[in-house]
């Protein structure tokens, strides 16, 4: 997942990718949210290498900038836009867990959203239930909308998740409706992009207790 910002405005992506260790980028699937420009379940490949030092580069057949990452252990990686006209970093990790359409992550898990079009901080609770191919989510969370504070708030919605662990979420909170897509790291994490073209939200969600 990477966020960042560009001379137009903010950036959020989100995504899964397969890594053969030979160079080759497959299997590659991503939502981006630039500037509320939505791009959304996009496929992709790519090519990658990697130096001695852990030191990487990437190119996607998307024609998104090139990336440099650096490893942090064979399942984890940090990653930085190489674009001088966008600003933008964030984190890969090992998916592990799927095929997710049969077993999605369940239970409950606290999360944090930040939607830097309107400078929103949004933290809680969210309980996910379901099975095959997705269900319903329903919790509680505190919402900072600059300065407005809302306190306990209700959020419910639906989700449907694909084999590969990228799910389409609708969710309602006091601040309206919103669409999500949410790619399954494991069944204890997940990353979160906005797919409407009128936010710029980023976060992820982590399996409680």
Do not use: C, W
């Not at 990452?69 to 990686?77: C, G, I, K, L």
């Amino acid at each position: 997942m990477t966020a960042g910002i560009s001379p137009a405005a903010d950036i959020a992506t989100a995504g899964r990718l397969t890594a053969d260790g030979s160079g080759h980028l497959t299997s590659g699937v991503l939502d981006q949210n630039d500037n509320i420009t939505v791009s959304a379940n996009t496929s992709f490949t790519g090519s990658s290498s990697v130096s001695s030092n852990g030191r990487g580069t990437a190119t996607l057949s998307t024609g998104t900038t090139p990336l440099a990452f650096y490893m942090v252990s064979p399942s984890e990686a940090f990653v930085i836009s190489e674009d001088p006209n966008a600003v933008a970093s964030g984190t890969m990790l090992a998916q592990t867990g799927g095929p997710f359409d049969s077993n999605p992550p369940s239970g409950s898990f606290a999360f944090l959203f930040y939607t830097s079009t309107s400078d929103t901080d949004q933290v809680g609770q969210m309980m996910i239930a379901g099975g095959r191919n997705g269900g319903n989510l329903t919790g509680t969370g505190d919402i900072n909308e600059q300065g407005i504070l809302t306190s306990d708030a209700a959020f419910s919605g639906t989700y449907s998740v694909s084999s590969n662990g990228r799910a389409a979420a609708s969710v309602t909170s006091p601040l309206g409706s919103a669409n999500l897509a949410f790619y399954v790291v494991s069944g204890s994490r997940l990353f979160v992009v906005s797919d409407d073209a009128s936010e710029v939200t980023s976060g992820n969600f982590e399996k409680q207790f």
